[in-house]
């Protein structure tokens, strides 16, 4: 799918004695943006984006906040932001004494708009002031976050945006729920009719993540994701539109 989510190439790939297959792409006559590979097997596909082109220090000014401004250790952080349209940024998450713990380029989609949630305090990381920073060239916005003591044992569960449309990736992300743990995302549709169940664990603490493809053919209208393990229920609603 080309920056526009048109069709740009359609072709078949027969998978190797082992299950695997590396399909090469020719980039010559691709121009800068973002692109979209979807693979799709029987009725199952998976979705993998890459640029073309995009080079730092084009983005103009750079626009960016996080859901909320206080959070405890161990919780996520979902950051959201614009700039010009397919441009390329860095992403720094640092602790409170300066040292950058992560970092990551992220790009800004055909309409200038970029998000993330890659990043997470630390169980054991450090009460105070971190900082988020999204730079391109001499462009550069920041915010600061409180991190105020141990993440308690709530069972929560998060989505990186409220709003997507068919064949957008959804990636679903909790915390809260034991170590080492079975968690079951079930999502139901508006009339409370189950869609699908998605299975993962949680890690050693208490995390867990997994991403939902869209169909292409789902109807429009408002989805709840409904994440169940043990006894511990947390629940979120999106809008496919």
Known sequence: MDPSDKV???????????????????????????????????????????????????????????????????????????????????LKFSDPTGATVRQKDVFTDKNGKFADSSFRIPADGAQGIWTVRAESGANYADVKINVAGTASNEFTVSVDKTAYKPKDMIKISGVGGGKSQSVVVTVYNSASTKILDLNTFTTSEGIFKLDWIIPIDTPLGDYKLSAKTGSKVAEVTVSIQ
């Open 8 to 90: 740009k190439v359609t072709d078949t790939a027969t998978l190797g004695l082992d299950g695997r297959k590396d399909y090469e792409i020719d980039l010559a006559a691709y121009k800068s943006g973002v692109y979209s590979v979807v693979l799709k097997y029987q009725k199952s596909q998976d979705l993998a984006i890459f640029t073309v082109g995009l080079q730092p220090g084009a983005a103009g000014e750079i626009k960016m906040q996080t859901t909320k401004q206080e959070y405890q250790q161990g919780n996520g952080i979902l950051v959201l932001g614009s700039a010009k349209p397919n441009s390329l940024l860095s």
